[in-house]
C-alpha cells in the first residue's frame, strides 16, 4: 500500500520511526516532511498528505502532531478526506470499518510510540465494512461544499 506520512515538529520523532515501521510492515512510504524537528505548521503538511490521498498518489494517510487533533481538523478541510485522531487499536479498526477513514492522525506527545505502532496497524490491516456503514459515509461526504 502506498502511504503518505508527515508531521510537525511535536510529532516528527515518531514520525520518523513510524515510517520506517510501515516500510518493515511492506509498504510504499510518502514522507511529506518536515526533514528535522524545527518548529513548523502542522496545516501545511496536512494539506500535503490529504491531496496525495485525494489524488491517488496514496491509500492512506497518517500524520502526527503533539495531540493529532489539530492534524485531524486540518485534513478533514480537504474534499474527500476521512480523517480521524485516534488514541487506541480498537478505535482505529471502528475509523476504518465503521467510517471509511482514509488518513489518520496521531499524538506524538500523549500517545506512546509502541502504542501508536499498534494504532497504525489496526488502522492499515482493516476494511471498511460496507453495508449499512456505506449510506452513512454517503451522507458524510456529501457534506462538502
Given amino acids: 500500500m502506498n502511504i503518505s506520512i508527515a508531521s510537525d515538529h511535536a510529532g516528527f520523532d515518531q514520525k520518523q520511526v513510524l515510517a520506517a515501521y510501515l516500510k ?14 524545527d518548529r513548523v505548521d502542522y496545516p501545511d503538511f496536512a494539506e500535503i498528505v490529504a491531496h496525495d490521498v485525494v489524488n491517488g498518489e496514496a491509500e492512506r494517510g497518517v500524520l502526527v502532531c503533539g495531540t493529532g487533533i489539530g492534524m485531524a ?3 478533514n478541510k ?9 488514541v487506541s487499536p480498537a478505535f482505529a479498526a471502528l475509523c476504518r470499518e465503521h467510517n471509511d477513514a482514509n488518513v489518520i492522525t496521531l499524538s506524538g506527545r500523549f500517545v506512546d510510540l509502541s502504542a501508536n505502532k499498534e494504532i497504525l496497524k489496526s488502522f492499515l490491516s482493516t476494511e471498511f465494512g460496507g453495508g449499512r456503514h456505506a449510506g452513512r459515509v454517503e451522507k458524510i461526504m456529501a457534506l462538502e461544499g
Avoid at 512510504?29 to 524537528?37: E, Q, S, W
Avoid at 480537504?78 to 485516534?86: F, P
Fill in 73 to 75: 481538523i486540518a485534513a
Fill in 24 to 37: 518493515e510492515l511492506g509498504h510504499n512510504v510518502i514522507d511529506r516532511g518536515p526533514d528535522c524537528d
Fill in 78 to 86: 480537504v474534499d474527500g478526506i476521512r480523517a480521524a485522531n485516534i
